[in-house]
């Protein structure tokens, strides 16, 4: 798991007026919330972040499945990236939450899938198919610790006709795929070979 560090400060004023002043000025608003509930310092708190360390972070897509360090004022604390507003029309980022974690919180976590070997996939090379995916990316569950950056699918062996599933999927240790939690009837597809259009006509 990447390891990325914020700085922020401390937001004193809130308003749909103040956030414009901010991203005048280059800064991103933002939020901190969750944690163990009843202790003072786990109530949402309002930040800034300075927009172009934001926006290099998230030209990294490790970023969006890391436990990030955020700095609050000279404060370190442990969170993930949970929302992210963006402007309409322009590159720009509105607004940004963050969840507080610790290395051993269970989450739940959107994660993209890496595809590779697909261009020596022998249902592709051999057998004419073409790939077809299905799904990119899947929810997860795991402690914060856990959290995978991408989770890889290996297309090498796999001939014309077959479909790869949820199940089939090889998680790393400590990560449970959400949909099979719910039961073995939200096994879905991932990605299939399909077999390529008119060759039992070619055959014959």
Request: aromatic share 4%.
């Amino acid at each position: 798991m990447s390891e990325f560090t914020l700085s922020a400060t401390l937001r004193e004023e809130a308003g749909k007026g103040a956030s414009r002043r901010l991203r005048r000025e280059n800064v991103v608003p933002a939020i901190v919330y969750g944690g163990k509930a009843g202790a003072n310092d786990r109530k949402p708190v309002a930040i800034s972040l300075k927009a172009n360390e934001l926006n290099k972070a998230l030209e990294n897509e490790a970023f969006y499945n890391s436990v990030i360090t955020l700095v609050v004022d000279g404060k370190e604390e442990q969170v993930l990236l949970k929302d992210l507003q963006r402007h309409p029309a322009k590159p720009m980022v509105w607004h940004a939450d963050f969840l507080r974690v610790s290395k051993t919180s269970k989450i739940k976590a959107h994660v993209p899938l890496h595809f590779i070997n697909e261009d020596s996939c022998v249902g592709v090379k051999l057998g004419g198919g073409k790939i077809a995916h299905q799904l990119t990316s899947i929810d997860v569950i795991c402690s914060a610790g856990d959290l995978p950056e991408f989770i890889e699918v290996d297309l090498a062996a796999v001939e014309v006709g077959t479909v790869i599933h949820l199940s089939d999927l090889k998680l790393p240790k400590g990560v449970e795929s959400l949909a099979l939690s719910h039961g073995p009837e939200h096994d879905t597809s991932v990605v299939t070979v399909t077999a390529p259009k008119g060759g039992d006509e070619a055959a014959e």
